[in-house]
């Protein structure tokens, strides 16, 4: 492998993180869109901390082919080793996680040397306290800093968009819930990293309130029609066959940010060096985006599930706020997590079996001047669904590659710099797609009428 000193170059993508448990996935999907005529990933280099780690990540993604990929080394923990890496690429892929403890320094280093950046994180506070500290100087520097680029929270937000867009005016919507099923044919164990950040998010809850009462009010969009009313504990959904709790994930926060961001820019936000025709063309897209509550809840055709995961909920909450619980929450996480998470892992064979559905269910109105008529409910109702292969190491590479590709390939529709949520930056490009062409698919279930109601 050659030495970071021999490479003048300025890669098209680094990944960084390439030996981790998702990193190596990442290359592998990766590899596949390397050097191809119609690819822009013309030169692709990856680097972590230990390179004879990342060179074993390379061997495992491409077993039958000797490719030369420069390897490099960079550490979170060394900001003059990342702000070498970031000056050497157009797009930085940063794949280390927990985010909220590894995060920051990569995203001050791709700031600085103007890199656009992407990641695949699913922490909410990691994601506003980026945006809090590096927003304006990102805009200064033309950096495009994006997190949750994989199964967070792209087909969250494209997922709501696609509902809401079903809904031709008149119509309008009110409230979008979406439920996450995940399925397999094996047992379903998920990435320990996901656990780790959802230990480590619930012990540090009170610093992202703390955060968001420091920073001002975000605009607050207008939904026609009543609030929803909180439901039970535990949904019976009988129209798609699942039982559902509330799920406290990044989606739903993700998803309220871009329609923050939208109500203050209906026409989507510009691009860095748009022509006419696509300025044209992404202001249609959004006028046909109308805003609705959103929540997100876990489905199971199981019962039995839904109380596990209700344990592993009540365990997290009542270790994660002392340092001794923590510790026994992550030592071991096959016990707390009643096998849904081990650190090794999921299997080859657990990965390849696994997919998911996430169903939306929107409700609005067939015609917007019903809602000044006496607090009516909605009265339409419409059910799409977002299906594709297991979360984490096969649809989140999957969905973060393809954002590179329309950095990459699209840079001038794309804002010119800044810190934001994904849905705001590729809602209106091919992302959707992209995605159903590589096994991510989009389909509307139902379109129906619901009984006339009145609150």
Not at 221 to 230: C, E, H, S
Not at 249 to 263: C, E, K, M, N, Q
Not at 274 to 283: D, F, L, M, N, T
Not at 336 to 361: H, N, T, Y
């Amino acid at each position: 492998m050659q030495a970071q000193s021999q490479i003048p170059e300025l890669f098209d993508v680094i990944i960084l993180g390439a030996s981790g448990f998702t990193g190596k996935y990442v290359v592998r999907e990766a590899l596949k869109l390397f050097n191809f005529p119609s690819s822009p990933i013309k030169s692709l280099a990856l680097a972590g901390r230990n390179p004879t780690k990342v060179k074993q990540a390379l061997q495992w993604a491409s077993p039958s082919h000797s490719l030369s990929i420069p390897i490099l080394t960079a550490d979170t923990t060394d900001p003059p080793s990342l702000h070498r890496l970031c000056s050497q690429t157009k797009l930085l892929l940063n794949c280390v996680g927990p985010y909220r403890l590894h995060g920051d320094p990569v995203v001050a280093a791709c700031v600085h040397s103007g890199c656009d950046y992407l990641d695949i994180s699913g922490e909410p506070e990691f994601m506003e306290r980026m945006e809090a500290r590096y927003h304006e100087k990102a805009v200064e520097t033309g950096s495009l800093l994006v997190s949750a680029c994989g199964f967070d929270s792209i087909p969250a937000e494209l997922g709501v968009m696609f509902n809401s867009r079903q809904l031709i005016p008149p119509a309008v919507p009110n409230q979008i819930e979406a439920y996450v099923s995940l399925e397999s044919d094996k047992r379903i164990v998920g990435n320990f990293g996901t656990y780790e950040s959802a230990v480590l998010g619930v012990a540090n809850a009170q610093e992202l309130q703390k955060l968001r009462r420091s920073r001002p009010r975000r605009a607050r969009p207008v939904i026609p029609g009543p609030a929803p009313l909180r439901g039970p504990l535990v949904e019976s959904q009988k129209r798609i066959g699942l039982w559902a709790i509330k799920l406290p994930s990044a989606d739903a926060t993700v998803v309220r940010r871009t329609l923050s961001i939208l109500t203050e820019n209906p026409h989507g936000l510009p691009g860095a060096n748009e022509s006419p025709e696509q300025r044209e063309k992404r202001e249609a897209f959004w006028s046909t985006v109308k805003p609705a509550h959103f929540g997100v809840k876990l489905g199971s055709k199981s019962l039995l599930d839904i109380f596990r995961f209700i344990i592993l909920g009540i365990s997290i909450g009542l270790l994660s706020g002392l340092s001794f619980g923590r510790w026994l929450l992550l030592k071991f996480p096959s016990i707390f997590s009643l096998g849904w998470f081990r650190k090794r892992g999921p299997s080859e064979d657990e990965v390849e079996s696994a997919s998911f559905k996430m169903w939306f269910i929107g409700h609005g109105f067939s015609d917007s001047s019903l809602v000044s008529q006496g607090n009516a409910k909605p009265d339409m109702e419409i059910i799409t669904r977002v299906t594709g292969p297991e979360i984490g190491y096969i649809a989140t590479p999957i969905i973060l590659m393809q954002c590179a590709l329309i950095v990459l390939s699209q840079r001038e529709i794309l804002p010119k710099g800044g810190v934001f949520p994904p849905g705001i930056v590729f809602g209106a490009t091919e992302l959707q797609q992209t995605l159903q062409e590589n096994g991510i698919s989009f389909d509307v279930i139902s379109k129906s009428s619901l009984p006339a109601q009145r609150v």
